[in-house]
Antibody, heavy 123, light 106 residues
Framework: QVQLVESGGALVKPGGSLRLSCAVSGFSFSDYYMSWIRQAPGKGLEWISYISSSGNTVNYAASVKGRFAISRDNAKNSLYLQINRLRAEDTAVYYC????????????????WGQGTLVTVST | DIQMTQSPSSLSASVGDRVTITCRASQSISTYLNWYQQKPGKAPKVLIYGASNLQSGVPPRFSGSGSGTDFTLTISSLQPEDFAIYFCQQSDSPPWTFGLGTKVEV
């Protein structure tokens, strides 16, 4: 079955760095765009980045541009998020999700999502 | 960025009730609107995509409607497993943005 499993979350100090991973199975990873979405404790959802199926196109939310870097390794069925210069407001559960695109009408949505990995930024 | 405004932020309902949640976009997004359900400690799950298309495996008591700026998610007869938080999300133009959520509780 389709499965996404994130890892790499940790407690880090402000200014620190972290690399999150998302291991994918059950579908042809290299055919899909992928996204990272985060959720601060008790808060709503914030899309932060996507990467095209080939990895040639990326996009970021303004709140993370210049500090976060999304990448993928299609040979390893893995998605990554490098997070630098961490701030307290980056504390959140980070989800990876598959971008599903319906070509007839151009609809796109996130399905499925991984279980998430918690990043806590604190002294 | 396109702002998504959901209402209400929370509602109390009983099993069997008809529940309606609304989502308004700050500009027209055609039908590029998705609905997700999130239960405590779990990842969100898509219910409706393209404003009105039911995701495979989702019970038909869930339905979506709307286009342009105003959208609705309806649960025709609330079941115990439907108590959760519901989010709308626009996929018209990046950055993809979500509403703040509607908590459906007893």
């Amino acid at each position: 079955q389709v499965q996404l499993v994130e890892s790499g979350g940790a407690l880090v100090k402000p200014g620190g760095s972290l690399r999150l991973s998302c291991a994918v199975s059950g579908f042809s990873f290299s055919d899909y765009y992928m996204s990272w979405i985060r959720q601060a404790p008790g808060k709503g959802l914030e899309w932060i980045s996507y990467i095209s199926s080939s990895g040639n196109t990326v996009n970021y939310a303004a709140s993370v541009k210049g500090r976060f870097a999304i990448s993928r390794d299609n040979a390893k069925n893995s998605l990554y998020l490098q997070i630098n210069r961490l701030r307290a407001e980056d504390t959140a559960v980070y989800y990876c999700a598959r971008d599903v695109l319906e070509y007839t009408y151009g609809s796109r949505w996130f399905d499925p999502w991984g279980q998430g990995t918690l990043v806590t930024v604190s002294t | 960025d396109i702002q998504m405004t959901q209402s209400p932020s929370s509602l109390s309902a009983s099993v069997g009730d008809r529940v309606t949640i609304t989502c308004r976009a700050s500009q027209s997004i055609s039908t590029y609107l998705n609905w997700y359900q999130q239960k405590p400690g779990k990842a969100p799950k898509v219910l409706i995509y393209g404003a009105s298309n039911l995701q495979s495996g989702v019970p038909p008591r869930f339905s979506g409607s709307g286009s342009g700026t105003d959208f609705t998610l309806t649960i025709s007869s609330l079941q115990p497993e439907d108590f959760a938080i519901y989010f709308c999300q626009q996929s018209d133009s990046p950055p993809w943005t979500f509403g703040l959520g509607t908590k459906v509780e007893v």
